[in-house]
């Protein structure tokens, strides 16, 4: 072996590092060479390129985010595991300090912003068209970069592991620890980049979206008609684009501090590291708010179809949810109340911070009022909802207790902070988005998923849950404190943190189960032949499964909510939302670009570049990013016309179309 | 002036093929496609107004922590920077009239407008660089302190911002040029402005809250 | 095709618009003023130093309304439907001065502080 390879191999590869990073490094060679083999072997590349990676659909742009989350979902979840692994029991050596630190930064990071981020992005792609009777997004090119800049930044953070090292600074990276001085490798630039490229793509989601839903409702549907979870994205979209750009402007200057040696964040020359925890939190905040609503907008659909009931309180639900949006972005400082920024200022945030549990409130009743008296089904999606409705109420009522400023000083960083954001999180987001997955996964895939492997995964997943959290709460009061690699023992922590490390455990076969389900459902493939197999009531149930690639064939026409619903009982006619031969015009298509990928290759190019200060990679990917926005700016050819025949025909065969 | 306009439209979008889907809006909001552009980039404006927000945060925080360098008092040139504000006023104002010219349908004018537009951009990039260069000669560095690193990051973002536009319009200039005024090349002469005169905005915060407080 | 038949410009949207841009003219003008006023104000100190910043701030306030009323046409859609973006961007200025002011507030221990 030459010795300069040595050199990289141990700098870089990390081939001295342990048996962690070496059976990682395998894993991830050994995987590569199967995909590419299965890939050659089959003859799909080009089936690759022309079906998805040029796609500018929104459905299968929404299938490729479902599955990016879902391997994320893993990634974080396997940290998870390893983590807990360390803390079962005291003094244990399974992890050393480094690597712990490592892990759980990469834990929380991947699972807020490479996890539930593009979870939500996947059920905003797969139901907003479809929900407001629109033939794709407004900016359908813009949103295939905002998914290539989300993807391929999501392998930039993840090759972060095996390449140069991981960030260890936390997820939420607070300096001065991670300044240059004491951050001093590739791993925080890795943790820098990879979040500010997925922002940028998620901006534009943001923008994407509410043009999206302001613009391009069918004819006929008010704001005020539009499915509660189409309200949730909207709210979403105001958070994301006013709350993203404080998080490009801290990670901006951060990085800046570290390759050109500012002095933002720095304990010399005037810097003022609370700064970055303020702007940090400024856009933080909304964010968890980013990833709750379009999971509360779940809630109300899927309970109202499993309920046969319309939503109770429609006015009130989308009151709540933009008063979330609003109240949501004024409430940042709970997060460093121990800052001690004064009285004064920790009281109004304080009383902010509280006042958001009122429309909460109002949602949570609605739901249940909703339900009763309602032919309830207990489909997967609908015992996911129930399952949220009390883990949120008591991670709520623990975010109240965290509220109290005077009382945060002593939960603050301690494990029931832990506790309490996983069961929002956990409880909220991600059981959100598997009611999502499951509630929509035909109209996505066209095929039914079994029931019972589903149903051990919930049982898994949700007593696993409780049986790992509810413990950290106490461990929080014995004054175990977040981001600890190991204790010692004697201090009562062992017994919790053991029970923890089972739950931990469970959750992980939920996942398996779930997993295993859907490995099932792809192997029997129990068609859904109805495109409403639910019993729907809003527009993208009177569509086939999967919806053609036009979705539409002619926009229909809407009055009142529940549209669908009402076709169904009689009360609209059928021609309203079917299409008659005569109706059908030619379908404006955008066409299909690479650019977008190879723009998101660029920024990944740029950002290794500015990982490693490789100067020619960023002058490289500067050029190439350049290039192709000026290319796109010349291009007037992006569309195209699906004609009548073609539209006739596949309406035909689907048996939609209305003499 | 209104028939021989219709008539030069009429060829322009015919040429093109342009599917007009709202014949009686304004030019640039004619096609669908094109008035969802605009709204989108209105929102973005706003999205980047977050940002320069969070910027001018940055700056006022740290505007007094000069770490024993050298204060704004001391650096500010007051003809310097007056003479930048005025140029990009001017160039705000020449850029709307390229607007204006546009709805009245006169591709020559246009063009003349935008490249007035765009020199004034880069006489005024050029005096902010000479600025720049000049501070860092006399060791007001963006290292030498907090103050002097907020200074360099919020004024040189928004000439990054100005040096991009000027690269678009540049774009547009000969877009227009080639393809005349039709509701696709009129929305991304319209889109250009109003970025353009969204960056008069910041720069007048600038000009206020840096310079002038700055020279207080 | 039908589809494509391209159609003239309707010249009446914009029969109110003169031939000469008058708007853009008295927005220029008041602009050019709205910076004199408080350059001059800042380099003669006429005023103490707290109503100088509050003034200075208002005219750059003044200014925006004048950059986005007489340039950016802020509330026009040009007929294609309720003004969205008038809503987001009163939104987004309200944010922005929000995040600005309260950092400042937020920060304010750090001076008294240091």
């Known amino acids: 072996m030459p010795a300069w390879f040595h050199q990289f191999a141990d700098k870089y590869l990390m081939w001295q590092e342990g048996p962690l990073i070496m059976g990682?490094?395998?894993?991830?060679?050994?995987?590569?060479?199967?995909?590419?083999?299965?890939?050659?072997?089959?003859?799909?590349?080009?089936?690759?390129?022309?079906?998805?990676?040029?796609?500018?659909?929104?459905?299968?742009?929404?299938?490729?985010?479902?599955?990016?989350?879902?391997?994320?979902?893993?990634?974080?979840?396997?940290?998870?595991?390893?983590?807990?692994?360390?803390?079962?029991l005291p003094n244990?050596?399974?992890?050393?300090?480094?690597?712990?630190?490592?892990?759980?930064?990469?834990?929380?990071?991947?699972?807020?912003?490479?996890?539930?981020?593009?979870?939500?992005?996947?059920?905003?792609?797969?139901?907003?068209?479809?929900?407001?009777?629109?033939?794709?997004?407004?900016?359908?090119?813009?949103?295939a970069i905002s998914f290539w800049l989300f993807f391929l930044a999501a392998l930039l953070l993840n090759i972060s592991f095996v390449l140069g090292g991981s960030p260890n600074a936390g997820w939420t990276s607070y300096p001065p620890l991670s300044e240059l001085g004491f951050s001093p490798g590739p791993g925080e630039n890795y943790y820098l980049l990879a979040l500010q490229i997925t922002g940028i793509g998620s901006i534009a989601t943001g923008i994407n979206f509410m043009v999206t839903i302001l613009r391009m409702r069918a004819k006929g549907m008010r704001l005020m008609d539009m499915p509660l979870f189409t309200w949730s994205v909207l709210a979403a979209c105001v958070l994301i684009i006013f709350a993203f750009p404080a998080l490009t402007v801290a990670l901006a200057l951060l990085l800046l501090d570290r390759v050109l040696g500012t002095h933002f964040f720095t304990m010399l020359h005037g810097g003022n590291p609370m700064m970055f925890i303020n702007l940090f939190w400024i856009w933080g905040h909304p964010e968890v708010y980013i990833v709750i609503l379009p999971a509360f907008g779940v809630f109300s659909e899927v309970i109202a179809t499993f309920s046969k009931k319309p939503i109770f309180g429609y006015k009130s639900m989308v009151f709540a949810l933009m008063a979330i949006s609003i109240v949501g972005f004024v409430t940042w400082v709970h997060h460093f109340f121990t800052m001690g920024s004064g009285a004064d200022v920790n009281t109004f945030f304080a009383i902010a911070t509280m006042i958001i549990a009122i429309p909460t409130g109002v949602k949570v009743f609605n739901w249940l009022f909703t339900m009763y008296r309602g032919r309830i089904r207990m489909t997967l999606p609908m015992m996911w909802t129930i399952a949220f409705i009390p883990c949120f109420a008591i991670g709520g009522a623990t975010g109240v207790m965290l509220a109290v400023a005077p009382a945060d000083y002593q939960y603050h960083n301690s494990y029931f902070l832990i506790a309490h954001f996983h069961q929002v999180l956990i409880g909220g987001t991600v059981f959100g988005m598997f009611a999502g997955m499951y509630y929509w996964w035909p109209k996505m895939f066209g095929f039914m998923l079994p029931d019972k492997l589903g149903k051990w995964a919930f049982w898994f997943f949700n007593i696993g849950f409780y049986v790992c959290f509810l413990p950290q709460y106490a461990l929080g009061f014995m004054g175990m404190t977040r981001r600890i690699y190991t204790y010692p023992s004697g201090l009562g922590w062992t017994v919790p943190n053991f029970i923890s490390t089972i739950g931990a455990y469970a959750m992980g076969v939920g996942f398996i189960f779930m997993v295993a389900q859907i490995v099932q459902g792809i192997i029997e493939r129990k068609l859904d032949v109805t495109g409403d197999p639910?019993?729907?009531?809003?527009?993208?149930?009177?569509?086939?499964?999967?919806?053609?690639?036009?979705?539409?064939?002619?926009?229909?026409?809407?009055?009142?909510?529940?549209?669908?619903?009402?076709?169904?009982?009689?009360?609209?006619?059928?021609?309203?939302?079917?299409?008659?031969?005569?109706?059908?015009?030619?379908?404006?298509?955008?066409?299909?670009?690479?650019?977008?990928?190879?723009?998101?290759?660029?920024?990944?190019?740029?950002?290794?570049?500015?990982?490693?200060?490789?100067?020619?990679?960023?002058?490289?990917?500067?050029?190439?990013?350049?290039?192709?926005?000026?290319?796109?700016?010349?291009?007037?050819?992006?569309?195209?016309?699906?004609?009548?025949?073609?539209?006739?025909?596949?309406?035909?065969?689907?048996?939609?179309?209305?003499? | 002036m209104s028939s021989s306009v219709a008539a030069s439209h009429h060829a322009a979008h015919h040429a093109e093929g342009i599917h007009v889907d709202h014949?009686?809006?304004?030019?640039?909001?004619?096609?669908?496609?094109?008035?969802?552009?605009?709204?989108?980039?209105?929102?973005?404006?706003?999205?980047?107004?977050?940002?320069?927000?969070?910027?001018?945060a940055m700056f006022v925080v740290l505007r007094t922590h000069i770490d024993g360098g050298p204060s704004g008092k001391q650096l500010f040139d007051v003809t310097g920077f007056t003479e930048e504000t005025f140029i990009l006023l001017t160039s705000s104002f020449t850029g709307g009239i390229a607007t204006f010219e546009m709805h009245r349908g006169k591709k020559g004018r246009v063009i003349g407008w935008l490249i007035l537009t765009a020199l004034l951009g880069l006489s005024f990039v050029g005096l902010e660089l000479k600025e720049f260069i000049h501070y860092a000669h006399i060791g007001a560095t963006i290292q030498r302190s907090a103050f002097l690193s907020a200074f360099f990051t919020l004024v040189g973002t928004h000439g990054c911002h100005v040096s991009v536009g000027i690269l678009w319009m540049t774009s547009i200039i000969l877009q227009v040029a080639k393809r005349g005024i039709n509701p696709i090349t009129a929305r991304k002469v319209f889109i250009v402005n109003l970025y353009w005169h969204f960056l008069d905005v910041v720069w007048v915060f600038l000009f206020t809250v840096v310079y002038l407080m700055g020279v207080m | 095709m039908a589809e494509h038949a391209s159609q003239p410009v309707n010249q009446q949207e914009h029969a109110h618009e003169a031939r000469f841009p008058w708007q853009y003219v008295i927005g220029f003008v008041l602009s050019l003023i709205l910076t004199i006023i408080p350059l001059e104000l800042v380099l003669h100190h006429v005023i103490p130093l707290s109503p100088l910043t509050w003034a200075a701030l208002a005219c750059a306030v003044l200014q925006i309304f004048v950059q986005l009323f007489l340039f950016m046409h802020f509330t026009s859609t040009g007929g294609s439907g309720p003004a969205y973006h008038s809503?987001?961007?009163?939104?987004?200025?309200?944010?922005a001065f929000l995040f600005v002011g309260a950092s400042i507030w937020i920060m304010t221990f750090n001076n008294i502080a240091s």
């Open chain 1, 24 to 88: 990682s490094d395998v894993l991830i060679l050994l995987a590569s060479i199967g995909i590419i083999f299965t890939l050659t072997y089959f003859k799909k590349w080009g089936w690759l390129w022309r079906e998805w990676i040029v796609t500018v659909d929104h459905k299968k742009i929404g299938i490729m985010y479902m599955i990016a989350a879902i391997l994320m979902l893993f990634r974080g979840g396997v940290d998870a595991e390893l983590m807990r692994t360390q803390l079962a």
């Open chain 1, 92 to 143: 244990m050596h399974f992890l050393n300090a480094e690597h712990y630190d490592e892990i759980f930064t990469t834990h929380g990071t991947i699972m807020i912003l490479f996890m539930a981020m593009p979870f939500i992005f996947a059920l905003f792609n797969v139901a907003v068209p479809l929900q407001i009777g629109a033939r794709d997004v407004a900016f359908p090119y813009v949103n």
């Open chain 1, 534 to 659: 639910w019993d729907g009531r809003t527009l993208e149930w009177s569509l086939p499964s999967p919806a053609p690639h036009y979705n539409f064939a002619t926009i229909p026409t809407v009055s009142g909510r529940d549209v669908w619903w009402a076709v169904k009982q009689g009360e609209l006619p059928k021609s309203s939302l079917f299409p008659a031969k005569k109706d059908v015009k030619p379908i404006h298509m955008p066409k299909s670009s690479g650019r977008p990928f190879i723009l998101s290759v660029f920024f990944f190019i740029g950002g290794v570049g500015l990982v490693f200060g490789l100067l020619p990679l960023d002058i490289i990917a500067g050029l190439g990013v350049a290039f192709c926005l000026f290319r796109r700016s010349f291009e007037y050819d992006t569309d195209y016309y699906i004609p009548v025949d073609e539209v006739v025909e596949t309406e035909t065969t689907l048996g939609r179309l209305q003499a």
């Open chain 2, 23 to 56: 014949p009686e809006r304004s030019v640039e909001y004619q096609t669908e496609d094109g008035s969802l552009k605009i709204l989108g980039f209105w929102i973005f404006l706003a999205t980047d107004m977050i940002l320069f927000a969070c910027l001018f």
């Open chain 3, 87 to 95: 809503v987001t961007l009163t939104i987004g200025f309200l944010f």
